[in-house]
């Protein structure tokens, strides 16, 4: 548990600033008098500020050591987080790109973090690391559910969780040792971006369709519950919580559930609970029901990235660093329109329908799921 402590709580205090910021992007949204079409375009600066900092995750971490490089960024992007809140279009826009700059530098940090546990004392803790991001979310979002139905402003929201992400980083910062410095200075000759090989291709292409219905959840789970069911705030939050209580459930047993049923089995029954989430969510336009849904929905996403890391890690070539920024990049640039596709979609035809296209891509990760354990995608074939 001392080993778990220092990712737990970056996760969970990374997961509180997230959720507090995304749970509120309706008000949001009216104070920047734009339709969500407009909001989707908007939410693409993150996607873009990410690009640009994967060419240097790597790299600042190698420099600074994971933790130092992790003590640093996460403040950066809670000190930004208020003033999303407040700006008009062109500065949020302008502030949503630093978030996502700086917030992919510690995520390649943290991820960093936990491997290194993994490696010094061959006790696996990168699912339960991500667990505690899932917890994070679970109490972000009640917390911001009572808050919006006390009528507090987002920027005030946003301000208290700033000072919690900051009094958790300076705690951390306290209890933990210094890494040791790298032994030789990395080569950093040849190109800026650490392209991906093969391998990490097809590990992302597994875990595409999933991670992309996680982040559609973030960004329109609230917009449907509130304009589709019609639910108020607080019920809202309530409902918005069973889906981290599934991925939170799912990611603290995360490590456990590899050792006894193998990563294929996980990508599997991943797609299937997705799938049938998105199925109940849709065709069901009840309260309770969403909440199910949404259960199944978070527990079928929770393992997607953790698995994806903890691939790559072990059928990756080269350094620990590069492999995971070159994770990050392909599965920024293939997700790098869904935001604004979405939010067409959303805004144009129906949220139904922004869930409902989301099927055959959680198909896809059904099939490749062979990937995790080195084998190759399991295509249906056609009967001669």
Not at 87 to 112: E, K, S
């Amino acid at each position: 548990m001392k080993n778990l402590l220092p990712p737990a709580l970056l996760y969970f205090s990374n997961a509180i600033l997230f959720i507090s910021l995304f749970t509120r992007l309706p008000a949001i949204q009216a104070s920047l008098g734009i339709d969500k079409a407009g909001l989707g375009l908007a939410l693409l600066s993150a996607p873009v500020g990410t690009f640009l900092a994967l060419p240097l995750a790597g790299r600042i971490n190698d420099r600074l050591t994971p933790r130092l490089t992790a003590l640093v960024t996460l403040p950066i992007c809670a000190l930004l987080t208020p003033a999303l809140t407040i700006l008009p279009v062109a500065g949020f826009v302008i502030c949503f790109f630093l978030f996502g700059f700086f917030r992919t530098i510690f995520d390649v940090a943290a991820n960093m973090i936990s491997a290194g546990i993994e490696q010094r004392t061959g006790r696996k803790v990168l699912s339960r690391s991500h667990g505690f991001w899932s917890v994070g979310l679970l109490a972000g979002s009640l917390c911001s559910g009572f808050l919006a139905e006390k009528a507090v402003t987002p920027f005030v929201q946003q301000t208290l969780a700033t000072g919690f992400v900051i009094a958790a980083c300076l705690f951390v910062f306290w209890v933990t040792p210094k890494d040791p410095a790298p032994e030789t200075p990395p080569d950093r000759k040849g190109s800026t971006y650490v392209l991906p090989d093969r391998t990490i291709v097809l590990i992302c292409i597994m875990v595409f369709g999933l991670c992309i219905v996680e982040g559609a959840v973030y960004d329109w789970g609230i917009f449907f519950l509130r304009e589709q069911l019609k639910a108020d705030p607080a019920i809202a939050g309530v409902l918005y919580a069973a889906f981290t209580v599934g991925m939170g459930l799912t990611r603290l047993s995360g490590d456990m559930l590899r050792d006894s049923f193998g990563s294929i089995i996980l990508v599997r029954a991943s797609a299937v609970s997705v799938a049938l989430g998105i199925v109940l969510l849709v065709a069901m336009p009840s309260l309770t029901l969403a909440g199910a849904a949404l259960f199944l929905i978070g527990c079928g996403v929770a393992l997607a990235f953790p698995l994806a890391v903890s691939t790559t890690i072990a059928r990756g070539k080269g350094r620990p660093s590069e492999n995971l920024a070159a994770l990050s990049l392909t599965l920024m640039l293939s997700t790098i329109g869904v935001p604004p596709l979405l939010g067409f979609i959303a805004e144009h035809v129906s949220l139904v329908a922004t869930f409902l296209v989301l099927l055959p891509c959680v198909l896809v990760s059904f099939l490749m799921a062979p990937v995790a354990e080195g084998r190759r995608p399991s295509w249906p074939r056609r009967r001669r």
